[in-house]
């Protein structure tokens, strides 16, 4: 995908109870807003979830406990079986059942939990717990172990080289917990073991591979990314201004890499009495939260998108009212981008 500069896609998760019809349902209603680049809904709990309970029917010593937890007791291999392909699968065969919703947008996006998010959700118990002492988290990690995190960037590999075989054009890596782990230091492993794990987990992607980390990124992870072979750097704007500061234009000059810019809230506090449109930002304020964008790194490099999945929305608010926050936010995404093109 050439630079062209203001395509608008969506992080992920959808305010939906999880059945067939609302992934059905959630995007359709993407590709009828607007959205250039519609990712396939993720309607599961979360995102370490859709793909650690999958695996631990594949890794014998994986557990999924009933308290929602995964454990690991010991060294596994890296299984033969793929998992998660259903979401692939389902952009395809919805696309293909409605050729004239196919025609509306310019691709399609595929979102993945990557190999350090994965690994900090795994907690260690028996002997391969021995000797390592917790950081960060109240008992061992399997983020502690690199060769954990490296077996899970080779499971994640094949995932997105299986989702790159379907056609998906943009498939992106959620790792939120790097802005935790790299910060002025880096609380484990090296900066090179960190780039190199990256890498190997986008290495299957050959169209647009994504990076996403929500938070305030620090220098010293903007530049580990930037080394990084990612094309799509994808952070949160609106709620994290800060991160103007630290980026500049010369970082995507003269480079295939891409800024995806949060551009719209997607965790906020309830209001009392709210009504729906309290928590939709309107076009104008969008667009000029847009307009600054372009003029500190060129339209070019510009992808507009929210700050993060709207999962966030389902704990907070009913369904239906969480639901209709989020397709005006976007609608308004939209408006604000075209007015500006």
Do not use: W
């Amino acid at each position: 995908m050439e630079k062209e500069g203001l395509i608008t896609t969506v992080v992920g998760s959808i305010p939906l109870e999880n059945t067939p019809e609302n992934m059905e349902r959630a995007f359709r209603d993407l590709i009828d807003i607007g959205i250039d680049y519609p990712c396939y809904p993720q309607l599961v709990k979360d995102m370490n979830y859709q793909f650690l309970s999958p695996l631990s029917a594949l890794i014998n010593p994986l557990e999924e406990a009933e308290d929602g937890l995964f454990y690991l007791s010991d060294e596994f291999n890296v299984p033969n079986r793929l998992v998660a392909l259903e979401y692939g699968d389902f952009i395809i065969n919805f696309l293909k059942n409605h050729p004239s919703l196919r025609k509306q947008i310019k691709g399609t996006k595929a979102c993945l939990t990557g190999p350090f998010t994965l690994a900090s959700e795994i907690i260690l118990k028996g002997k391969i717990a021995n000797g390592i002492k917790p950081q960060i988290f109240n008992e061992p990690r399997a983020i502690m172990l690199e060769g954990i995190v490296n077996k899970l960037a080779e499971i994640m590999k094949r995932i997105g080289k299986a989702y790159n075989d379907l056609g998906i054009e943009i498939i992106s890596m959620d790792e939120p917990i790097l802005g935790l782990l790299v910060g002025r230091k880096i609380f484990f492993h090296s900066k090179e073991f960190i780039i190199e794990t990256l890498n190997k987990a986008i290495s299957g992607i050959k169209q647009m591979s994504s990076i996403h980390v929500c938070g305030r990124i620090s220098p010293f992870l903007r530049d580990l990314l930037l080394e990084t072979e990612t094309k799509i750097l994808d952070h949160e704007f609106r709620n994290n201004d800060s991160n103007f500061k630290i980026f500049e234009k010369r970082h995507f000059e003269n480079s295939d890499k891409l800024l995806a810019m949060g551009t719209i809230k997607t965790n906020f506090s309830e209001i009392k009495d709210g009504t729906i449109n309290d928590y939709v930002e309107d076009v104008k304020s969008i667009q000029e939260f847009v307009k600054k964008g372009v003029q500190q790194y060129g339209k070019e490099n510009l992808i507009i998108k929210p700050d993060c999945g709207f999962g966030a929305l389902k704990k907070a608010f009913e369904q239906n009212f969480a639901y209709e926050i989020m397709i005006r936010k976007l609608k308004n995404m939209v408006l604000a981008v075209e007015h500006i093109k």
